[in-house]
Structures are given as C-alpha cells and as structure tokens.
C-alpha cells in the first residue's frame, strides 16, 4: 500500500523559517518524482515544488523560488522542503504527491500558518 505521510507544520512568525517533511512507504521511492503542493483557505490546491527521481532535476513555482528548497534522501524514502523568509501568504495545507503506475497518491497534509 502506498502511503505518504507528511509533518513540520506549525504557526511560525513572518521572516521565520520551517522544515516540511514527506515519508513514503509502499513504493520503490527513488523511482519517481516527487511533488509539494499547497492549498490555502478559499483557493485551489497549487504546486510549490517538484524533484526528479534520479537527475536532480528541480522545479520551483515562482513565488517560492529563493525562499524555498526541496530536497530527498532516497535512503530515507524521505523529501523535505525548506521554507524560508516565511511570508503570511505562505499560509496554507502542504501536500506532497507522487504519481506511481499512473494513481495519484496524497498525504493528508501538514497546516503551516504563518502570522504577521
């Protein structure tokens, strides 16, 4: 069974900084890309960030680019994403997402709210 499974949200202060986490288990992890989407209240869920399986290929939406950094340790079945420069519209559930053999796979989500 897939599952993922994601933790590190918080209330953090304007300007602060913090560390979103996703585990996977249930698939050979390393094999696929892997992808942190957003949902703020009243809007739709967005993407944030995504990472290649093996090539390290790295995409940033471009509100985040600078502040935030995505990184996996395939020996861990484990991405991160560092959030820096927190920002109040920064405020929102973190998804992560993995597509394996064509399924679409979420966790339930991490709340990161971000205060002024």
């Known amino acids: 069974e897939v599952q993922l499974v994601e933790s590190g949200g918080g209330l953090v202060q304007a300007g602060g900084s913090l560390r979103l986490s996703c585990v996977f288990s249930?698939?050979?992890?390393?094999?696929?890309?892997i992808g942190w989407f957003r949902q703020a209240p009243g809007k739709e869920r967005e993407g944030v960030s995504c990472i290649s399986s093996s090539d390290g290929r790295i995409y940033y939406e471009d509100s985040v680019k600078g502040r935030f950094t995505i990184s996996r340790d395939n020996a861990k079945n484990t991405v991160y994403l560092q959030m820096n420069s927190l920002k109040r519209e920064d405020t929102a559930v973190y998804y992560c997402?993995?597509?394996?053999?064509?399924?679409?796979?979420w966790g339930k989500g991490t709340l990161v709210t971000v205060s002024s």
């Open positions: 997402n993995a597509v394996v053999a064509l399924r679409d796979y």
């Open positions: 249930g698939f050979r992890f390393d094999d696929y890309p």
